[in-house]
């Protein structure tokens, strides 16, 4: 049963569980909220939100019921995490004020995230994941979908709107590629038209995410030769895309305004400013500077924050990961903090089994590139969940691992059977 595996089930597809309600999590307390204000019931937004807590206490509070050693894990987790926070609050002062200001987020990371990153450290097989993946993505959009229509993005803006309904639709690209379900395209294609009103961050992750599940899925296995050869056909169709693309703008926009939507990356790609830096280009030049002023100092968590208001105080963070680590930790720590990120993001995509490259290519992907442009470690708690994958040393079964899964027979044979014994 999709979130509710039971005993039986085992490990893996209790803490699948675990991850895709950490992932619905931040989607709903938006979304709910949204909802409950346009039915005018704008005074119980939080007593909404709450409900989403405690979906998450039942999916979590379940699987610690069934895996009883993982509260041992948690506990170190948790008090590894408060024990930083307390750290830093009593040797950087300056850092003390951002505590209160993203006290929310900081509540959401000790209470859903942290935990969320314990199961993903320890999943040791992967297989089912797809498949309760493309559940969520379906059951993700079909939520999103109703928020749209009831002030999601007149109570949050375009642009969170994209970034929580992305995750749902690439979840889905998967099973399609493996399955070549139509219901899965149309699923997509719903979920990529109401993308198209989000804003230019969703926009560039879904398609670099569905590149990133491309080659887990279709290009892993081949030979240096096939992939080359795939490289330039994909070339070539990148140049006739740049060719076509006005003209597909001009025919997505009208399809767009048939269903009464307006679009900001449409506007944004008619325009040229799909990539446009606009007052980014500033911050990175503040936070350079700081940098080449702070080569080895720690100046601990959120300093970040108070050094960049110093100047300007509408500046919310330096809006990319690596130049946030380097400000808060220094040049060398912040440097070597990045690389072992960045350098397991490949490894992970590289050298492990089909499932778990590929749901790692699903949130690492969309997570590290939402970091790279704009949100902060210390906010976004899908980056704890994704580092507990990054740093998982498990491989997924074994028996799948030489075989040549592009022409996926035998995946779908062992995945099909997984799932008629969750049901």
């Not at 690492?364 to 442009?373: C, E, G, S």
């Not at 507990?388 to 995945?415: A, E, F, Q, V």
Request: glycine fraction near 6%; charge should be positive; aromatic fraction near 16%.
């Amino acid at each position: 049963m999709l979130l509710f595996h039971k005993k039986r089930d085992g490990f893996n597809l209790q803490a699948c569980d675990v991850i895709c309600t950490a992932l619905i999590f931040g989607s709903a307390t938006y979304a709910i909220k949204a909802i409950v204000s346009f039915i005018g019931l704008a005074n119980y937004e939080e007593h909404a939100s709450f409900l989403i807590y405690i979906l998450w206490g039942i999916v979590y509070g379940r699987f610690l019921i069934f895996n009883k050693r993982m509260i041992n894990n948690l506990l170190i987790a948790e008090t590894f995490y408060f024990c930083i926070l307390y750290a830093n609050y009593k040797i950087f002062p300056i850092t003390r004020e951002f505590y209160e200001e993203y006290y929310m987020f900081l509540r959401q990371i000790v209470v859903v995230y942290l935990p969320s990153m314990t199961v993903a450290l320890k999943i040791n097989n992967f297989s089912g994941f797809i498949k309760n993946f493309r559940k969520v993505g379906i059951l993700g959009i079909i939520f999103m979908t109703v928020a749209f229509f009831m002030g999601f993005i007149e109570r949050w803006e375009y642009q969170q709107y994209g970034i929580n309904l992305c995750p749902f639709i690439v979840m889905i690209f998967p099973n399609y590629l493996i399955h070549h379900r139509i219901s899965d395209a149309i699923w997509m294609i719903i979920g990529f038209l109401l993308l198209m009103a989000g804003g230019r961050q969703s926009f560039v992750a879904f398609f670099m995410s569905i590149a990133v599940i491309l080659y887990c899925i279709k290009f892993h296995d081949l030979s240096i030769r096939k992939k080359i050869s795939y490289a330039c056909i994909a070339m070539f169709g990148i140049i006739v895309f740049v060719v076509f693309i006005p003209y597909m703008i001009i025919l997505l926009g009208n399809l767009l305004k048939i269903f009464g939507m307006e679009s900001r990356t449409m506007d944004m790609l008619t325009g040229n400013e799909l990539f446009s830096t606009s007052t980014r280009d500033y911050i990175y030049e503040l936070s350079l500077y700081y940098i080449k002023n702070n080569l080895y100092n720690i100046q601990g968590l959120f300093a970040d924050r108070y050094l960049l208001r110093l100047i300007d105080d509408w500046i919310a963070y330096p809006h990319n990961l690596i130049l946030e680590l380097m400000i808060d930790f220094g040049v060398v720590i912040g440097a070597i903090l990045s690389i072992i990120i960045f350098i397991q993001y490949i490894i992970q995509i590289i050298k492990s089994n089909l499932e778990k490259r590929t749901i790692i290519g699903i949130l690492a992907t969309i997570v590290l590139i939402r970091l790279m442009v704009s949100s902060s470690y210390m906010i976004e708690g899908l980056f704890y969940t994704v580092l507990g994958l990054l740093l998982n040393p498990y491989d997924m079964n074994r028996k799948y691992s030489n075989h040549k899964i592009n022409d996926i027979k035998y995946y779908r044979i062992n995945s099909n059977a997984i799932c008629k014994n969750q049901e």
